[in-house]
């Protein structure tokens, strides 16, 4: 089946540093993917949706001047947590829609996560 | 996109079959029924999808009610390794549409 991964699988930063998830399909092309993020023994909350060569668009409640996202190519989005504080420390998780259509089961496919720490 | 009700936990019996039941009432016509499960750490993983029809493939069956207001995830012969957090998700099939997670329910395979 199709690949995404994501780098770094996890981060410790310091209160008020950015810090950059990438998420990148590796044998496919995504037109769409898709940020999700999970608090400890909470599901996963979709933050946004990022499409290839236009600007995100913010689930509500979401700060997109917080969580910058980036998606310059059919293989590559990323994360940025700008100014990232203790409350931000959670696990990032992205996904990608396969552009072709080749999949006849699934559109989506998930990366294994980033844990992101903030101290 | 319907909302769905999963039971927050179950337990199961290595080797016994696992049924995750999923409430979905407000399904419409076009939204299909999705199930991904998550293991601790890590990213949620496709496991079956159907619309209206019984569906299974080699991870496991998918069971809907006529009346589409329901459906039943079924692990044939649960193992260790199948303990993890499963989702019912209903959406519809067009690219593009958002996955949206519900609470899930997190299965024990006890051995």
């Known amino acids: 089946g199709a690949v995404v991964s994501q780098h770094p699988s996890w981060v410790i930063c310091k209160s008020g540093t950015s810090v950059k998830i990438e998420c990148r399909s590796l044998?496919?092309?995504?037109?769409?993917m898709f940020w999700y993020r999970q608090f400890p023994k909470q599901s996963l909350m979709l933050m946004a949706t990022?499409?290839?060569?236009?600007?995100?668009?913010?689930e509500q409640g979401v700060e997109k001047d917080k969580f910058l996202i980036n998606h310059a190519s059919l293989t590559l989005s990323t994360l940025t947590v700008t100014s990232a504080h203790p409350e931000d420390s959670s696990f990032y998780i992205c996904?990608?829609?396969?552009?072709?259509?080749?999949?006849?089961?699934?559109?989506?496919?998930f990366g294994p996560g980033t844990r992101l720490t903030v101290l | 996109d319907a909302k769905t009700t999963q039971p927050p936990s179950m337990d199961c019996a290595e080797g016994r079959a696992a049924n995750l039941p999923c409430n979905h009432s407000?399904?419409?016509?076009?939204?299909?029924v999705y199930w991904y499960r998550q293991i601790h750490s890590q990213g949620p993983q496709y496991i079956i999808h159907g619309l209206k029809n019984n569906e299974t493939n080699e991870m496991a069956s998918l069971i809907i009610t006529e009346d589409r207001k329901s459906s039943t995830l079924i692990l044939p012969h649960a193992t260790l390794r199948d303990t993890a957090v499963y989702y019912c998700?209903?959406?519809?099939?067009?690219?593009?549409?958002?996955?949206?997670f519900g609470t899930g329910t997190s299965l024990t395979v006890i051995p």
């Open positions: 044998d496919f092309q995504a037109t769409t």
């Open positions: 407000t399904i419409s016509g076009n939204e299909y």
């Open positions: 996904s990608a829609r396969d552009s072709a259509g080749i999949s006849s089961y699934n559109e989506q496919f």
């Open positions: 998700i209903v959406r519809k099939r067009d690219t593009g549409n958002q996955f949206y």
């Open positions: 990022s499409n290839e060569g236009s600007k995100a668009t913010y």
